[in-house]
C-alpha cells in the first residue's frame, strides 16, 4: 500500500505512541519547526535505542528530536557543574550555554574528541546524570562575538522561539487544498544584473522565496532592493525564506521582511546565519555612518536570527506541505549552499546554485552536482562571458607571488581589497603558505576591517572546509589564521604608521572600495608610483573599484579633516583574475555537463546582460536544452 505523505498531528502522534517503548514517560509530542520534538521523563532510554527513533521518523516520513521533559532537567548551575566532573579537564572547556527551548546545552572544548569520550561515553552520561542533550563543538581559537551574541539572544528569548517553532511546525504539516500540479518561478531581483538576488516559487499550495538581497553598489532603492511589491509576492502567504549565503547581495533584505510582519522561518545553514547578522549589522552602521535611510533597524535583524532554522548539508526537511528542502555544498564561502527543492509528490525538482564554485580553492571543497532529481537548474552566471575563462589555480598564486614581490622589491606596499568574508580568508591562507615556503617575501601583513571577526566565526564551522585545511585546524594546529605573519589593526590610528612604514601587504576592506578602512589606505598610497594596488576579486560596475580598475587615475575622497581632496592615483593598478569563489565560465559549462541528472531546463541569473545571454546561447547550443536568461520580475511556468 502506498503511504500517504501529508499525514495530520493526529495520525503522527498515534504512530509514535504505538511504536515506541512504553514506560519512558512521554509528556508532550509536538512541532519543532519542521521536525517533530518528543518529550520524554527518559531521554536515555530513545537516545540508547536511536534505531527505534529512525524506524518511526521513516515511517511517518518526519526527522524526530528526542527532548528531555523540562521537569526532569538538573537547574542549570548544577548542571555546568556535573559536566565539568564527567568531561577531563584535558578537553579544555571554555563555554557551555544551556537552551531551555530545546533542552540542548552547547559545550565548547578544545579538543572536542576527549569531550566526547571513546564512543560518545561522555554524552551518554551527561544525558543520564542532567537529562540535558549535550552539543559538543570545537572552541574557536579566535573566539566570535557574533556566534556568542547570537546563542545568548536564542537562549534569552526560548519562549519566544518555542511559540516560533510550533507555529511553523503546524503550517508546514497542514493539510493541502489541493494537490499540486503547478510550479512557477518570479525573478524579483538579481535577473540580468549581479545585486539584490531574490527568487520566488509557488505552487498551488505554498510559495517560498529564495535568497532576498540588496544592492550594495546601488544608492537608488528602486534597483537597490528587490522588487516585492509585485502582485505575486504576498508577505502574508510566504511559507519560508531560504538564503543561501551571507553576502548581502543575497541575505542584506532579509530583515526588512520581518520589519513589515512577516512570522515565518528563514532557513539556511549554521555558518551562514552567524555570517549574515554580522554582515547584516555591519550594512546598517555603514548605511548610518553615511547619514542614508536604514531600510530596517537592529531589531528586525535579532527578529530573523530569531527566526533562523539552520540545517546542516544532505539534510531533507519538509518546509511545506508540498516542498522539501536540502541544502548541498556550493564552495563559494563558509557555508554557502545550493539549494535542492522537491516539490509535490515527485512533480518537480529545482536546484538553485546562488554563488558557487565548481573548482579548486584552499579554502573549500568545490559545489555538489550530483542530486536524487533535477528537472530545472537555476544558475548564477556571474562570469559568464567567453572571456571569463580563468588560468589555473597555480598560475593564479604565482601571478599573484609575482606582483606582491616585485612592489616589495620596489620598496612599496601592496594593498588588496578585500571583502571580510571569503576571498579575506582564501587569500590569508596563500600568503601564509608563500611566506613559509620562501616564494614572497616575509614582510607584515597589517588585516583590518571586520576580517577578524569573520576569521573567529571560520574557525567555529573548521568541518565545513576544506579537507586540508580542516586538518591544518584540527588535527595538526597549524592555524593559519593564527600565523605570526598576520597584524590585525584594531585601531585608525595604528594607519599612520603602517603608510610610513616598510614594504608591507595590507588586507582591508570593502572588497569594491565603496566604503570601509581600505579607502583611507588607498588615499595615502595611491599617490607614490611604488605601491600597488592589487584586486582579486569582482568589481561591480559602478563601484569606485571598478573605475579605478578601468583606469580612472584621480580620485575626489574625503580626507581626514573632512575636506575633499583629489588625489592621483601614481600606484600601479593591478588584477589577478582566478581567486574568485564564482565559477568561471568553463566551470559554469563544466557544470551543466556533469550535474547529474542532467535538467530539463536551464534558467541562468545574478550576471550582467550580456554575459547571462551569451552563456544562455551557449547552453542551448552546447547542450541542446531549453536555457533561458529572464529579466526582473518575469515568471516562468517550470510545471
Ligand atoms: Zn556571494
Same mark, same amino acid.
Request: with cysteine.
Given at each position: 500500500?502506498?503511504?500517504?505523505?501529508?499525514?495530520?498531528?493526529?495520525?503522527?502522534?498515534?504512530?509514535?505512541?504505538?511504536?515506541?517503548?512504553?514506560?519512558?514517560?512521554?509528556?508532550?509530542?509536538?512541532?519543532?519547526?519542521?521536525?517533530?520534538?518528543?518529550y520524554?521523563?527518559?531521554?536515555?532510554?530513545?537516545?540508547?535505542?536511536?534505531?527505534?527513533?529512525?524506524?518511526?521518523?521513516?515511517?511517518?516520513?518526519?526527522?524526530?528530536?528526542?527532548?528531555?521533559?523540562?521537569?526532569?532537567?538538573?537547574?542549570? &548551575?548544577?548542571?555546568?557543574?556535573?559536566?565539568?566532573?564527567?568531561?577531563?579537564?584535558?578537553?579544555?572547556?571554555?563555554?557551555?550555554?544551556?537552551?531551555?527551548?530545546?533542552?540542548?546545552?552547547?559545550?565548547?572544548?578544545?579538543?572536542?574528541?576527549?569531550?566526547?569520550?571513546?564512543?560518545?561515553?561522555?554524552?551518554?552520561?551527561?544525558?543520564?546524570?542532567?537529562?540535558?542533550?549535550?552539543?559538543?563543538?570545537?572552541?574557536?581559537?579566535?573566539?566570535?562575538?557574533t556566534?556568542?551574541?547570537?546563542?545568548?539572544?536564542?537562549?534569552?528569548?526560548?519562549?519566544?522561539?518555542?511559540?516560533?517553532?510550533? &507555529?511553523?511546525?503546524?503550517?508546514?504539516?497542514?493539510?493541502?487544498?489541493?494537490?499540486?500540479?503547478?510550479?512557477?518561478? #518570479?525573478?524579483?531581483?538579481?535577473?540580468m544584473?549581479?545585486?539584490?538576488?531574490?527568487?520566488?516559487?509557488?505552487?498551488?499550495e505554498?510559495?517560498?522565496?529564495?535568497?532576498?538581497?540588496?544592492?550594495?553598489?546601488?544608492?537608488?532603492?528602486?534597483?537597490?532592493?528587490?522588487?516585492?511589491?509585485?502582485?505575486?509576492?504576498?508577505?502574508?502567504? @510566504?511559507d519560508?525564506?531560504?538564503?543561501?549565503?551571507?553576502?548581502?547581495?543575497?541575505?542584506?533584505?532579509?530583515?526588512?521582511?520581518?520589519?513589515?510582519?512577516y512570522?515565518?522561518?528563514?532557513?539556511?545553514s549554521?555558518?551562514?546565519?552567524?555570517?549574515?547578522?554580522?554582515?547584516?549589522?555591519?550594512?546598517?552602521?555603514?548605511?548610518?555612518?553615511?547619514?542614508?535611510?536604514?531600510?530596517?533597524?537592529?531589531?528586525?535583524?535579532?527578529?530573523?536570527?530569531?527566526?533562523?532554522?539552520?540545517?546542516?548539508?544532505?539534510?531533507?526537511?519538509?518546509?511545506?506541505?508540498?516542498?522539501?528542502? #536540502?541544502?548541498?555544498?556550493?564552495g563559494?564561502?563558509?557555508?554557502?549552499?545550493?539549494?535542492?527543492?522537491?516539490?509535490?509528490?515527485? @512533480?518537480?525538482?529545482?536546484?538553485?546554485?546562488?554563488?558557487?564554485?565548481?573548482?579548486?580553492?584552499?579554502?573549500?571543497?568545490?559545489?555538489?552536482?550530483t542530486?536524487?532529481?533535477?528537472?530545472?537548474?537555476?544558475?548564477?552566471?556571474?562570469?559568464?562571458?567567453?572571456?571569463?575563462?580563468?588560468?589555473?589555480?597555480?598560475?593564479?598564486?604565482?601571478?599573484?607571488?609575482?606582483?606582491v614581490?616585485?612592489?616589495?622589491?620596489?620598496?612599496?606596499?601592496?594593498?588588496?581589497?578585500?571583502?571580510?568574508?571569503?576571498?579575506?580568508?582564501?587569500?590569508?591562507?596563500?600568503?601564509?603558505?608563500?611566506?613559509?615556503?620562501?616564494?614572497?617575501?616575509?614582510?607584515?601583513?597589517?588585516?583590518?576591517?571586520?576580517? &577578524?571577526?569573520?576569521?573567529?566565526?571560520?574557525?567555529?564551522?573548521?568541518?565545513?572546509?576544506s579537507?586540508?585545511?580542516?586538518?591544518?585546524?584540527?588535527?595538526?594546529?597549524?592555524?593559519?589564521?593564527?600565523?605570526?605573519?598576520f597584524?590585525?589593526?584594531?585601531?585608525?590610528?595604528?594607519?599612520?604608521?603602517?603608510?610610513?612604514?616598510?614594504?608591507?601587504?595590507?588586507?582591508?576592506?570593502?572588497?569594491?572600495?565603496?566604503?570601509?578602512?581600505?579607502?583611507?589606505?588607498?588615499?595615502?598610497?595611491?599617490?607614490?608610483?611604488?605601491n600597488?594596488?592589487?584586486?582579486v576579486?569582482y568589481?561591480?560596475?559602478?563601484?569606485?573599484?571598478?573605475?579605478?580598475?578601468?583606469?580612472?587615475?584621480?580620485?575626489?575622497?574625503?580626507?581626514?579633516?573632512?575636506?575633499?581632496?583629489?588625489?592621483?592615483?601614481?600606484?600601479?593598478?593591478?588584477?589577478?583574475?582566478?581567486?574568485?569563489?564564482?565559477?568561471?565560465?568553463?566551470?559554469?559549462?563544466?557544470?551543466?555537463?556533469?550535474?547529474?541528472?542532467?535538467?530539463?531546463?536551464?534558467?541562468?541569473?545574478?550576471?550582467?546582460?550580456?554575459?547571462?545571454?551569451?552563456?544562455?546561447?551557449?547552453?542551448?547550443?552546447?547542450?541542446?536544452?531549453?536555457?533561458?536568461?529572464?529579466?526582473?520580475l518575469?515568471?516562468?511556468?517550470?510545471?
Open positions: 500500500m502506498q503511504r500517504r505523505i501529508e499525514k495530520p498531528y493526529e495520525e503522527i502522534r498515534n504512530c509514535i505512541l504505538e511504536n515506541i517503548p512504553s514506560g519512558i514517560g512521554i509528556t508532550r509530542i509536538e512541532y519543532e519547526g519542521p521536525r517533530i520534538a518528543i520524554t521523563k527518559k531521554p536515555e532510554v530513545l537516545l540508547g535505542q536511536s534505531y527505534v527513533v529512525a524506524d518511526i521518523a521513516g515511517m511517518i516520513k518526519k526527522r524526530i528530536v528526542v527532548r528531555a521533559d523540562p521537569s526532569v532537567r538538573l537547574p542549570e &548551575e548544577e548542571a555546568e557543574r556535573r559536566i565539568k566532573e564527567i568531561i577531563p579537564k584535558e578537553a579544555g572547556i571554555s563555554a557551555i550555554f544551556f537552551d531551555p527551548a530545546t533542552g540542548e546545552v552547547t559545550i565548547e572544548a578544545k579538543k572536542p574528541s576527549l569531550a566526547l569520550g571513546k564512543e560518545g561515553a561522555n554524552v551518554q552520561e551527561i544525558i543520564k546524570a542532567t537529562r540535558w542533550s549535550p552539543k559538543i563543538v570545537k572552541a574557536s581559537p579566535i573566539p566570535s562575538k556566534i556568542t551574541q547570537i546563542r545568548h539572544y536564542m537562549c534569552s528569548m526560548s519562549r519566544e522561539r518555542e511559540r516560533i517553532m510550533r &507555529e511553523v511546525g503546524e503550517a508546514v504539516f497542514r493539510t493541502p487544498v489541493v494537490e499540486t500540479k503547478n510550479v512557477r518561478v #518570479t525573478f524579483l531581483g538579481g535577473s544584473e549581479v545585486g539584490r538576488s531574490a527568487i520566488l516559487v509557488q505552487t498551488d505554498s510559495s517560498v522565496l529564495l535568497d532576498c538581497g540588496v544592492n550594495p553598489a546601488s544608492t537608488n532603492p528602486r534597483d537597490g532592493f528587490p522588487r516585492l511589491n509585485v502582485p505575486e509576492f504576498d508577505l502574508d502567504r @510566504l519560508a525564506v531560504v538564503i543561501t549565503h551571507a553576502h548581502l547581495d543575497h541575505s542584506g533584505f532579509l530583515p526588512f521582511l520581518y520589519k513589515y510582519g512570522d515565518g522561518p528563514v532557513y539556511c549554521m555558518p551562514t546565519l552567524s555570517l549574515m547578522t554580522l554582515l547584516q549589522l555591519d550594512y546598517l552602521q555603514v548605511l548610518e555612518s553615511e547619514g542614508r535611510v536604514t531600510p530596517y533597524s537592529k531589531a528586525d535583524i535579532r527578529d530573523a536570527v530569531l527566526h533562523a532554522i539552520t540545517l546542516r548539508f544532505n539534510e531533507v526537511t519538509d518546509i511545506a506541505p508540498d516542498i522539501r528542502l #536540502t541544502l548541498h555544498n556550493a563559494h564561502i563558509l557555508g554557502s549552499s545550493i539549494v535542492h527543492l522537491h516539490i509535490g509528490r515527485g @512533480l518537480h525538482n529545482i536546484v538553485y546554485t546562488g554563488d558557487f564554485k565548481f573548482g579548486y580553492t584552499r579554502l573549500l571543497r568545490p559545489a555538489a552536482s542530486f536524487p532529481r533535477v528537472e530545472t537548474l537555476i544558475m548564477e552566471s556571474t562570469y559568464g562571458a567567453p572571456e571569463d575563462v580563468m588560468p589555473p589555480r597555480r598560475s593564479v598564486e604565482e601571478e599573484f607571488a609575482r606582483v614581490n616585485q612592489t616589495l622589491k620596489d620598496g612599496g606596499k601592496v594593498l588588496i581589497p578585500v571583502p571580510a568574508v571569503g576571498r579575506a580568508q582564501e587569500i590569508m591562507v596563500v600568503l601564509d603558505e608563500y611566506m613559509r615556503r620562501g616564494e614572497i617575501a616575509e614582510v607584515p601583513v597589517y588585516v583590518e576591517g571586520m576580517i &577578524e571577526e569573520a576569521n573567529g566565526i571560520h574557525m567555529a564551522y573548521p568541518t565545513y572546509l579537507q586540508e585545511l580542516k586538518n591544518k585546524i584540527l588535527y595538526e594546529d597549524q592555524n593559519p589564521f593564527e600565523s605570526e605573519y597584524v590585525f589593526v584594531k585601531q585608525p590610528d595604528q594607519r599612520f604608521e603602517i603608510v610610513e612604514g616598510g614594504p608591507c601587504v595590507i588586507l582591508a576592506t570593502s572588497g569594491m572600495m565603496v566604503g570601509g578602512p581600505v579607502l583611507d589606505y588607498f588615499r595615502q598610497l595611491a599617490p607614490d608610483k611604488r600597488t594596488l592589487l584586486f576579486t568589481q561591480v560596475n559602478g563601484s569606485l573599484g571598478r573605475r579605478i580598475q578601468s583606469g580612472l587615475r584621480q580620485v575626489s575622497m574625503v580626507n581626514s579633516e573632512g575636506r575633499v581632496e583629489v588625489v592621483d592615483v601614481n600606484m600601479r593598478v593591478e588584477t589577478v583574475e582566478g581567486f574568485t569563489g564564482h565559477s568561471d565560465r568553463a566551470q559554469l559549462i563544466n557544470y551543466v555537463r556533469k550535474i547529474s541528472p542532467t535538467p530539463r531546463r536551464v534558467v541562468l541569473c545574478h550576471g550582467e546582460p550580456r554575459k547571462c545571454l551569451n552563456m544562455a546561447m551557449t547552453i542551448s547550443r552546447m547542450m541542446k536544452l531549453t536555457c533561458r536568461a529572464p529579466s526582473n518575469e515568471s516562468i511556468r517550470l510545471v
